[in-house]
T-cell receptor
Framework: DTAVSQTPKYLVTQMGNDKSIKCEQN?????MYWYKQDSKKFLKIMFS???????INETVPNRFSPKSPDKAHLNLHINSLELGDSAVYFC?????????????FGEGSRLTVL | AQSVTQPDIHITVSEGASLELRCNYS??????LFWYVQSPGQGLQLLLK??????LVQGIKGFEAEFKRSQSSFNLRKPSVHWSDAAEYFC????????FGAGTTVTVRA
């Protein structure tokens, strides 16, 4: 059983489109995250949710909207996609309520905006 | 400003040789420290972590790391590298949130 699963794994789309990435964790963790990894492999946190409540929102354009319907799911919706949004997006989860614990990562969703 | 630095962008090592990856941090207090590994096309996996106590910590896959407060460093080591250790390695520090270094790419030659 995959602990943190993301879909889709690959996404190719045109500029201006809207797309969503879904994430589910079966670890019973309270906290979930979205990270963005750029072409230079630099990882930056975007959002963090604890028990469906947003706790970290790192200067991300408001075209990006996370949604957590329950504590096992954290989805990322992106409006009006831009070229610079091309990246690998990682979902992660942790048991800790603040970001001091071990994170379990999904395999990533590679978004390519043409 | 708070930061975590991995000075080496790319390291090439022969199979069976030892490996050391450097990590330095700049924080007001001692943060929690982590090393993660990312194999090609995969997500990140935690190798080891340091919260407090013994400054030499053992991790998975034969890795260890040593915390040196005086040098603000948390270097990762492995005595004998296997071809499967070729990957991207990230040092990370946590003080209210987890921040990653830029990563070090490890290439293993036969």
């Amino acid at each position: 059983d995959t602990a943190v699963s993301q879909t889709p794994k690959y996404l190719v789309t045109q500029m201006g489109n809207d797309k969503s990435i879904k994430c589910e964790q079966n670890l019973g963790h309270d906290t979930m995250y979205w990270y963005k990894q750029d072409s230079k492999k630099f990882l930056k946190i975007m959002f963090s949710y604890n028990n469906k409540e947003l706790i970290i929102n790192e200067t991300v354009p408001n075209r990006f909207s996370p949604k957590s319907p329950d504590k096992a799911h954290l989805n990322l919706h992106i409006n009006s996609l831009e070229l610079g949004d091309s990246a690998v997006y990682f979902c992660a989860s942790s048991q800790a309520s603040v970001d001091t614990g071990e994170l379990f990562f999904g395999e990533g969703s590679r978004l390519t905006v043409l | 400003a708070q930061s975590v630095t991995q000075p080496d962008i790319h390291i090439t090592v022969s199979e069976g040789a030892s490996l050391e990856l450097r990590c330095n941090y700049s924080y007001g207090a001692t943060p929690y420290l982590f090393w993660y590994v990312q194999s090609p096309g995969q997500g990140l996996q935690l190798l080891l972590k340091y919260f407090s106590g013994d400054t030499l910590v053992q991790g998975i896959k034969g890795f260890e790391a040593e915390f040196k407060r005086s040098q603000s460093s948390f270097n990762l080591r492995k005595p004998s590298v296997h071809w499967s250790d070729a990957a991207e390695y990230f040092c990370a520090v946590a003080l209210y949130k987890l921040s990653f270094g830029a990563g070090t790419t490890v290439t293993v030659r036969a």
